[in-house]
């Protein structure tokens, strides 16, 4: 990578503007930036000085990827034009970010393709290992925190049933992680990593605790009992710091209730709050919610907790450069959300003075893969890992002729494919794809490879289902999942983002009423017969019964589907939804 001088200079501006330390590379070399971005000295030091590194959302990605940022993330209610729901150029003046900087690529979706080869890949564990061993190194006892999604979302994390991530993030140094897509390996397996892996045997023979798994909000269904620790104290240069753990609440409704059907999740405010005093009471002088609860959700709870002093947080993939405070009857709390893919790694340093805390500072760092060396010993685990997967991960299935990509509140390019692929094989009229917010990018011009095919797949429940659905029920599925998505009230939003339609065309009014939301259905260009039955192709049914059924897992129908395409794929059209009542929505890009 070569950055150009004027580029340069705007990474030092914008970064020196986001607090980092940068005054003794001002008369340095463009080949110095990545030098300059991460010399990130901590603000505070000594006794009193507390440091959190935290990742989520990584799923699963080991290696550089490129990820491209969304175009729509709508706010409604309350939420609208405030982040997280601010995109494209409203985000950069918000951030005070240049356009046309290594910044504004890594935080907005604006001129994606050249950016990303003019800034190169974002991620790679190996990459990564070298900033966090570089801010570890000036912050004695810092922590790194892992807020979940992190042994899904992969090719090799599937087939190694999330082994190489745990691998992985043991050689990281994870110190504490909290789960949701951990749980769709299923309960046995789940536990078998916290209870095993996540041991290991002290000096004395005892077991001693190397990654903390934590989640106050995950109980058994029977009698109610804790089944993770609900929170782990430690200590940074003399201050108890309280980790408390926030799994994704709805992962029984959002993912198959079958593989967590001996335990119960929720949001749970009055056990938050009762957790909160607990480790206050134990002598807590910080106390952090590891989220994985998604922004909106982790906005509300921060303004009805007392307590806490920061939330980290994850779920909805937001790539957000700064800290919010948030006031409740305690005081202030600080609010965080630190992307996804392995593309960002949070930086959180307190000053906590007479148990309190009295300064902070918040940067939320690219990882870019150019202008960080791998770690030699991660890119070797690495290496070793992908080894006997190779010849099938680097299998070439089509060349794209158009930018494929996932993230949106309505559809993506990667999503659309999926859906045209169900229509023609399954001979479907009508095509469904969850709303999922993980799955990398590819640019023009590049290789489909099973493994960048598989980065779109990947789940433990990935069958494809053909379904007669008369036109009132498809309307009742998009009403049901556009509540989940745009109800006013984040408490009752439940994760992902729309459903990806294939075929059918609609109208879509975001801050409409539950059940008015969607209209004007039509299919072919003729509306949709509420009486009259369809045939709809969909995948990855969270049902106990589609499991039962047995059908053939996605990628063997699109993969078949792709290698058809005479060896290159088109440019998809993706079809979104007209909307209605969103103009100049910040979360809307022009």
Not at 12 to 30: E, N, P, T, Y
Not at 369 to 388: F, S, T, V
Not at 432 to 437: A, E, I, K, N
Request: hydrophobic share 40%; with cysteine.
């Amino acid at each position: 990578m070569s950055l150009s001088r004027r580029e340069f200079t705007q990474v030092l501006a914008m970064a020196g503007a986001a607090g980092f330390s940068l005054g003794r590379w001002a008369d340095a070399d463009a080949v110095q930036a990545g030098a300059a971005l991460y010399d990130t000295a901590p603000p505070f030091k000594g006794p009193g000085a507390v440091s959190l590194l935290h990742m989520t959302d990584c799923h699963a990605q080991l290696m550089p990827i490129r990820f491209r940022e969304p175009s729509v993330n709508l706010g409604v209610g309350d939420m609208q034009g405030r982040w997280p729901h601010l995109v494209g150029a409203a985000l950069l003046r918000d951030a005070r970010i240049a356009t046309d900087s290594p910044l504004a690529h890594a935080f907005t979706h604006l001129d994606f393709a050249t950016a990303s080869r003019r800034y190169g890949k974002v991620g790679g564990f190996a990459h990564l290992a070298t900033l966090v061993k570089r801010l570890k190194a000036s912050r004695p006892g810092a922590l790194l925190l892992d807020g979940g999604d992190t042994w899904q979302g992969s090719a090799t994390a599937l087939w190694t049933q999330g082994q190489d991530m745990v691998d992985a993030q043991l050689a990281l140094g994870v110190d504490v992680m909290t789960g949701h897509w951990e749980f769709t390996y299923g309960m046995e397996r789940v536990k078998q990593v916290v209870d095993g892996d996540f041991k290991g045997r002290g000096a004395q023979g005892g077991a001693s605790q190397r990654v903390a798994f934590v989640a106050q909000n995950v109980k058994t269904t029977d009698f109610g009992d804790p089944v993770f620790e609900p929170y782990v104290m430690r200590e940074i240069n003399g201050v108890p710091v309280a980790i408390v753990g926030q799994a994704f609440p709805y992962t029984p409704i959002a993912n198959p209730r079958y593989f967590v059907a001996d335990w119960s999740f929720g949001i749970q405010d009055e056990q938050m709050q009762k957790t909160v005093d607990d480790a206050r009471a134990k002598g807590a002088q910080v106390v952090v919610v590891l989220s994985h609860n998604g922004m909106d959700v982790d906005l509300k709870m921060a303004t009805r907790m007392r307590g806490i002093d920061a939330i980290l947080g994850g779920h909805t993939h937001d790539g957000v450069p700064v800290a919010l405070r948030v006031g409740n009857a305690g005081g202030t709390t600080l609010v965080t959300n630190a992307g996804s893919n392995g593309k960002f790694l949070g930086v959180m340093d307190l000053q906590v003075k007479d148990g309190k805390v009295v300064d902070f500072r918040y940067r939320l760092l690219p990882v870019f893969a150019n202008l960080l060396p791998p770690d030699a010993a991660m890119a070797d685990l690495i290496e070793k890992g992908r080894a006997p997967h190779a010849a099938k991960l680097q299998e070439k299935l089509a060349v794209t002729d158009g930018l494929l990509y996932r993230r949106g509140n309505f559809n993506g390019s990667w999503d659309q494919l999926v859906c045209d692929a169900l229509i023609d094989v399954q001979g479907a009229e009508i095509a469904f794809s969850p709303g999922f917010r993980w799955g990398t990018t590819l640019l023009p011009g590049e290789t489909i490879t099973r493994e960048l095919m598989m980065d779109q797949l990947a789940i433990t429940y990935p069958y494809v289902t053909l379904t007669d659905m008369s036109g009132a029920m498809i309307k009742t599925v998009l009403e049901d999942v556009a509540d989940n998505l745009f109800n006013p009230d984040p408490y009752y939003q439940q994760g992902g983002d729309m459903v990806r339609v294939g075929g059918l065309t609609y109208t879509m009014t975001p801050g409409a009423r539950m059940g008015a939301r969607v209209d004007d259905l039509r299919l072919n260009g003729k509306p949709l017969e509420a009486d009259k039955t369809y045939k709809v192709a969909g995948w990855a049914p969270v049902s106990e019964d589609a499991r039962a059924a047995n059908t053939r897992p996605v990628w063997d129908v699109v993969e078949p589907w792709l290698k058809q395409q005479g060896g290159r794929v088109k440019p998809r059209r993706v079809n979104t939804p007209k909307l209605m009542g969103v103009q100049g929505n910040a979360g809307l890009a022009p």
